[in-house]
């Protein structure tokens, strides 16, 4: 029997039907403009190596390409090393996997289908042994979804890559890692890249921990009338096991060791950090309470009772003074003064000041916008920070910049477009009234 709600009502149905078909039709026309924007990305790629002469050394060579990259990221407000990675997969997809895009461009497969096969099928070198692999993949992929796609083409890839399992796994080991992903509420994710049986392994000792964390909670005593044993619930211990394992994770690579009575301790007072606090005071500003969280510098706020915490375990602290209308670094002082320039050029800067680059500042080469060799002043308005990269493209391609007085650098691309990079607090600082006057002392 068929259940009336599954019969359409007269005349849903040719909508329902003239909707399927549109949404059919625009994803479609969306995979046909990743292969179009595949194609440019392509070109562009082949353009900055018709700029290369010659030999030399290959940071010299690889200039066009980093300035053609990073005049596309700052036109289309993307990240010039996005721009690049983007370029190198885009040379990539046309020139080693033209069945792939041709699917792409006549809209039988998804952008997604492609990044399964091109991930699966990057490793194998061989032409004749990749262009077998992308056959039976895009066959595949025209009737199966990315989710499915990944599985089947990851295992024909192996089947037929030339060399053998535990050499490519002794490749890939190679590229372990750990980095950090900043989320909203003051939280981040710590991600480790390792080989399969060590990450099982490490949770699979985290659940251990988790669980026997959870067990020590009930207390087990003996009935005063006989031995029947009678549990007792812990009372201020009410975290699910979940959390149990990031706190146990936590303890054991901030202590070394982690046990119920440890995890229980550090969370959450993180009692084996030591931070390095900025402190930053609106010149202005009434003393008092204030409701602006507090900030990992240049990552993500944290609320204000983690900040103190911190900061009573800090061995020194800045204090950054600042415009109490435009936000602007105006001083920074420290008990014990040291690289006072260098300070303040950390607090104003916060990462690299190349458009769209958030390189932290310690990874950073501090540079003269003006050289020195063309009398450039080591003043706080001829400095800024950046990174290797943005360092080399500024003084070897035909990229330039200026820097005016409240601290914005006026980049111009080689084909003349300006881009101004604003220091990072004049970007948030808000103001809504007029400012306050400033107390007495």
């Known amino acids: 029997m068929t259940h009336a709600a ?18 059919a039709d625009t994803r479609r026309r969306r995979a046909e403009l990743h292969a179009e924007e595949a194609a440019l990305l392509a070109a562009a790629v082949d353009l900055a190596q018709a700029q290369v002469g010659g030999a030399g050394p290959s940071t010299a060579r690889d200039i066009p390409l980093r300035s ?3 005049q596309i990221g700052v036109a289309l407000q993307v990240t010039d090393r996005t721009v690049q990675r983007r370029m190198s997969d885009a040379a990539l997809l046309v020139s080693g996997f033209p069945g792939t895009f041709a699917a792409l461009g006549a809209g039988d497969i998804s952008a997604g289908h492609m990044r399964e096969i091109m991930e699966a099928g990057a490793p194998i070198v ?26 089947a083409v990851r295992m024909l890839a192996a089947r037929l890559h030339p060399v053998p399992l535990a050499v490519r796994h002794a490749e890939a080991a190679s590229a372990r890692d750990v980095w950090v992903r900043d989320l909203e509420d003051g939280m981040a994710e710590l991600i480790a890249t390792l080989p399969a049986h060590l990450a099982h392994g490490i949770r699979d000792r985290l659940d251990r921990i988790a669980r026997a964390d959870i067990d020590a909670r ?19 211990d009410c975290r699910r096991i979940g959390e149990v394992r990031a706190d146990a994770f936590a303890d054991l690579l901030l202590t070394g060791h982690a046990t119920p009575e440890i995890s ?5 007072a993180g009692e084996a950090i030591v931070a390095h606090v900025q402190v930053t005071v609106p010149v ?3 003393l008092g309470d204030d409701s602006t969280p507090a900030e990992i510098v240049g990552r993500a706020p944290i609320d204000t009772a983690t900040a103190l915490r911190l900061a009573g375990t800090a061995s020194g602290w800045d204090r950054v003074l600042t415009h109490p209308v435009t936000g602007s670094v105006l001083a920074v ?20 000041r190349f458009p769209g680059c958030r390189m932290s500042t310690s990874r950073c080469d501090i540079d003269h916008t003006t050289a020195r060799e063309h009398d450039g002043p080591t003043e706080l308005t001829n400095l800024a920070h ?18 005016t007085p409240d601290g914005v650098l006026h980049w111009t691309s080689p084909t003349g477009r300006e881009y101004p990079d604003q220091p990072a607090r004049t970007l948030v600082f808000a103001v809504d009234s007029d400012p306050a006057p400033p107390p007495p002392f």
Not at 218 to 236: N, R
């Open 264 to 268: 229980n301790a550090s969370w959450p």
């Open 218 to 236: 009930t207390v087990i005593d003996t009935d005063v009338g006989g031995d029947t044993l009678v549990p007792e619930p812990a009372v201020t």
């Open 386 to 403: 950046l990174c290797r990269r943005h360092h080399t493209l500024k003084h070897h391609s035909a990229w330039r910049v200026r820097q």
């Open 284 to 286: 202005m500003a009434v």
């Open 333 to 352: 002082d420290r008990y014990r003064p040291s690289d006072q320039l260098k300070r303040t050029l950390r607090v104003r800067d916060e990462h690299c």
């Open 68 to 70: 053609l990259a990073a």
């Open 126 to 151: 061989d032409d004749e042994v990749r262009a077998e692999f992308e056959a039976a993949a895009v066959e595949v992929a025209r009737r199966e979804t990315p989710g499915r796609l990944r599985p």
């Open 6 to 23: 599954t019969i359409a009502p007269d005349g849903h149905a040719d909508q329902v039907e003239s909707l399927l078909c549109a949404l």
